[in-house]
């Protein structure tokens, strides 16, 4: 980050701390497009994408106390984001329906057409994910975890974090590979 662009988001936070309502806006509005992409990952749809955007920001306002300065500020943020996310993803949780065990068993195909789609639609199959598979398929290979952390994180073992991760990527190698028959259904 520039010398103009460390002090302006320094004299944001400063007045957020101040509870300044303009600086808030102007910290949200900075890091909205970043702190969404976070959130959509995560959400079944971009109406509960911007419910957690919002929320994360809310603690963002109120815990910005908390924030080390010595460390950059945008992983922080992520980092609340992540974390509202997988509060929304276990305050939600019983309201969530889990998927037929046999319809989520993972094929083996070697068939890989992820570099060919562009990242909206893959985010879209992401979202169509069951929220147990997308929080996991996201912490993992997206954010980086590793499935100790996950298992923490969530309140699951390892082996859960490692089967929800292997079905979560068969459920979306399945649907790539049914969006590419349907692609080739035009020409035939």
């Not at 993972?106 to 570099?115: F, G, L, M």
């Amino acid at each position: 980050m520039s010398g103009t662009e460390g002090k302006e988001l320094e004299a944001m936070l400063q007045g957020c701390l101040k509870q300044d309502r303009e600086a808030q806006r102007k910290l949200y509005k900075h890091f909205f497009g970043y702190a969404m992409s976070i959130c959509t990952r995560y959400s079944k749809d971009q109406e509960e994408a911007k419910e957690v955007l919002n929320d994360g920001f809310m603690k963002v306002f109120t815990r910005l106390k908390q924030y080390d300065t010595q460390k950059p500020f945008k992983w922080w943020l992520r980092r609340v984001m992540i974390n509202t996310a997988l509060d929304n993803y276990r305050h939600n949780l019983r309201n969530y329906h889990l998927r037929n065990i046999e319809a989520a068993a993972p094929t083996a195909d070697p068939y890989d057409v992820v570099q060919q789609i562009n990242y909206e639609y893959l985010i879209s199959l992401v979202q169509k994910l069951s929220p147990a598979y997308r929080a996991v398929f996201n912490l993992y290979v997206i954010d980086g975890y590793n499935h100790e952390e996950i298992a923490q994180m969530l309140g699951t073992t390892v082996g859960t974090s490692k089967s929800n991760l292997a079905k979560a990527r068969a459920n979306l190698r399945e649907a790539l590979k049914k969006s590419r028959i349907e692609e080739f259904k035009q020409y035939v």
